[in-house]
């Protein structure tokens, strides 16, 4: 069974970057499509982003397209969010998931292993 853990986040202006990361241990990471979900006070959690097994495949939210990117390294059991021009709204929890299932899944009951989250807060 695989752990992920979630590191990267803080606080940002807007405008601003981030790398987060997810790392996995006791598994192998190339096993899962891994996605990444965000959670903002008082809203469901929403899909950011995800990626296939071989990296060759990505997906995202309309709402970050064009400024988030993620990419994995297998190797180094290691996925990676890149947020970039960051704003208010993009205030929320982030957390990566690992699917054991096929395509690139939007919905959190997809996937089958969550991380515990990394904070992202961005000031206007």
């Known amino acids: 069974q695989v752990q992920l853990i979630e590191s990267g986040g803080g606080l940002v202006q807007a405008g601003g970057s981030l790398r987060l990361s997810c790392e996995a241990s006791g598994g192998t990471l190339s096993y899962y499509t891994m996605g990444w979900f965000r959670q903002a006070p008082g809203k469901e959690r929403e899909f950011v982003g995800a990626?296939?097994?071989?990296?060759?495949?990505?997906a995202y939210a309309d709402s970050v397209k064009g400024r988030f990117t993620i990419s994995r390294e297998n190797a180094k059991k290691t996925v990676y969010l890149h947020v970039n021009t960051l704003k208010p709204e993009d205030t929320a929890v982030y957390y990566c998931?690992?699917?054991?299932?096929?395509?690139?899944?939007?919905?959190?009951?997809?996937?089958?292993?969550w991380g515990q989250g990394t904070q992202v807060t961005v000031s206007s």
């Open positions: 990626i296939s097994r071989n990296g060759g495949t990505t």
């Open positions: 998931a690992g699917s054991t299932g096929i395509g690139l899944p939007r919905y959190t009951d997809r996937y089958n292993y």
